[in-house]
């Protein structure tokens, strides 16, 4: 089944303490995208990668980090949280930029 | 830089009533369009797309949307609207060609009443 896989779903935090989230998809697809979602801010780009080892700043990269050491996976590391990433994430990942992307289940992030 | 604009924020509507939500987009150049579909609790789905050709779009579950070129608009449509359709709506472009990420409009909450 084609999917974009994210883990975890569900992620408490500490302020400080680094995290990752990965993001996987079996589509063979060569652009993927991190973003975020906050309430009536809709979806923000934090960043993006074309192909691998080709990754670029979004809307919103501070306090982010990604890498693309594959093609297949995709995370998004955060150094060190700070409240304000409290948020939902959603990774996602299409063949080309011009079409359709199909976007991992969500990851619910919340730093204290 | 390109950005996507949806003014509904809300909208309830009664099962059976129409459903128009507005999107318009600021870009000078050839643009793909895209709306997506967000139930509660789940990932975004893609609802229709539009790349070129017919500007009138049908997607799926009986949703269509028209792409009115002149006035940068991208407004989505169904006729009827079910309990089963309450869920976010976003619509989203990117551009063609140079910069080409995709941009999010805040998303459209639809409520609809039984």
């Known amino acids: 089944e084609a999917q974009v896989t994210q883990n975890p779903r569900y992620l408490i935090t500490v302020t400080g303490k680094k995290l990752t989230v990965t993001c996987s998809q079996n589509m063979n697809h060569e652009y993927m995208s991190w973003y975020r979602q906050d309430p009536g801010l809709g979806l923000r780009q934090i960043y993006y990668s074309m192909n691998v080892e080709v990754t670029d700043k979004g809307d919103v990269p501070e306090g982010y980090k990604v890498s693309r050491k594959e093609k297949r996976n995709f995370p998004l590391i955060l150094e060190s949280p700070s409240p304000n990433q409290t948020s939902l994430y959603f990774c996602?990942?299409?063949?080309?930029?011009?079409?359709?992307?199909?976007f991992g289940q969500g990851t619910r992030l919340t730093v204290v | 830089a390109q950005s996507v604009s949806q003014h509904n924020h809300h909208v309830i509507l009664s099962e059976a009533a129409s459903l128009e939500l507005g999107c318009n987009y600021s870009?000078?150049?050839?643009?793909?369009l895209f709306w997506y579909v967000q139930y509660p609790g789940q990932h975004l789905q893609l609802l229709l797309k539009y790349f070129s050709g017919d500007p009138l779009v049908k997607g799926i579950k009986g949703f269509e949307a028209e792409f009115i070129k002149s006035k940068f608009s991208f407004n989505l449509r169904k006729p009827s609207v079910q309990w089963s359709d309450t869920a976010e709506y976003f619509c989203a472009v990117n551009a063609r060609t140079g910069a080409n990420n995709l941009f999010f409009g805040t998303g459209t909450r639809l409520t609809v009443i039984p």
């Open positions: 996602a990942s299409s063949v080309t930029l011009n079409t359709e992307a199909f």
């Open positions: 870009y000078g150049g050839t643009v793909n």
